[in-house]
């Protein structure tokens, strides 16, 4: 069963469409980056998720088996550049945020103490925010986008504006909380996708061009590579090798033959069976996929 159902869903600004037609669905504890370059329409799909933006049309269904039209209460939602209250403490503004998530006010208390913890600032809880830096703040603001518990965490572009060092302490987190809930995050920044997400939405001018999981993107788009080296002179073996019929072409750089597949398991098989037949003198053989960034060039430019 699914967690979040998406249909049709469109946003329109006067003649200009930032979202048209999208449809996506997923079901608990599955982390899925909604991946586009910048005003491609992920922040828009995140607030109407959140419910600080209505759509045009189309339809938002969460939890199948609920008959509700608010879902609030089990979302969390940290945007892009969020606003804390810097003249509190980080256990105040968690205990602040847990009463406005209608929490009591012990819960609350709990809750912070246990979240300040599971982010890594505990130390920091009695500081005034001001004095946060910027991962710090990132993950105060994670911590009260869950205090209540949420089924679902949306997070715009969680690490663009973090340095290197902040930017790996909330993939960290990230890596941890989609074991206990699902997670849609929005980015630009390609490899952190490839890296922690379980599948991919691909969002462009505000339509989606394709999802699923990376791998079975991959298989239906790619076009991978193999690089093969030889121990003498490799002029002769591109000849050979280009004879194969699932080799689609290749050429010599310097010692190293690229030959290009579209079935990549086939040409391996291929490959490796010609060689031994015929005791080819092999000293390297790779494949190399193609990488994520030119996997969506390819998916977006048809």
């Keep these: 069963m699914n967690l979040l159902t998406v249909k049709n869903l469109s946003k329109k600004y006067r003649d200009t469409y930032a979202v048209k037609d999208v449809e996506f669905a997923f079901p608990s504890q599955t ?55 810097e003249w509190m403490t980080g256990n105040e503004f968690l205990i602040h945020s847990g009463r406005l998530a209608l929490l009591s006010k012990e819960e609350a208390a709990k809750r912070a103490n246990q979240l300040l913890d599971k982010v890594g600032i505990a130390e920091a809880k009695n500081r005034q925010i001001a004095g946060y830096s910027g991962g710090m703040k990132q993950r105060l603001g994670i911590a009260q986008a869950i205090i209540h518990k949420p089924k679902l965490l949306l997070l715009d572009e969680p690490v663009s504006s973090l340095d290197p060092i ?107 069976i010609k060689a031994v037949h015929e005791e080819w003198p092999l000293e390297y053989f790779s494949i190399n996929k193609a990488s994520l960034e030119e996997l969506f060039i390819k998916v977006v430019n048809g």
Excluded: W
């Design 31 to 85: 982390c899925i980056a909604l991946l586009g370059p910048n005003g491609a329409g992920k922040t828009t799909i995140l607030r109407i998720l959140a419910g600080l933006l209505k759509p045009t049309s189309g339809e938002i269904i969460f939890n199948e088996h609920e008959q509700r039209k608010d879902f609030r209460s089990d979302i969390g939602y940290l945007p892009q550049h969020p606003v804390f209250h």
């Design 166 to 272: 902040g930017r790996r302490e909330i993939l960290n987190l990230m890596q941890q909380l989609k074991k206990e809930m699902c997670l849609l995050f929005s980015t630009h920044i390609l490899t952190d996708a490839e890296e922690i997400s379980d599948e991919l939405l691909l969002l462009n001018r505000g339509k989606l061009f394709e999802s699923g999981k990376l791998s079975d993107l991959r298989q239906k788009y790619q076009t991978a590579t193999i690089d093969i080296e030889f121990k003498d002179n490799s002029t002769a073996y591109l000849e050979k090798l280009l004879r194969i019929p699932s080799i689609i072409n290749g050429y010599k750089e310097q010692n190293t033959i690229r030959l290009t597949a579209e079935d990549i398991s086939k040409a391996r098989k291929d490959i490796l």
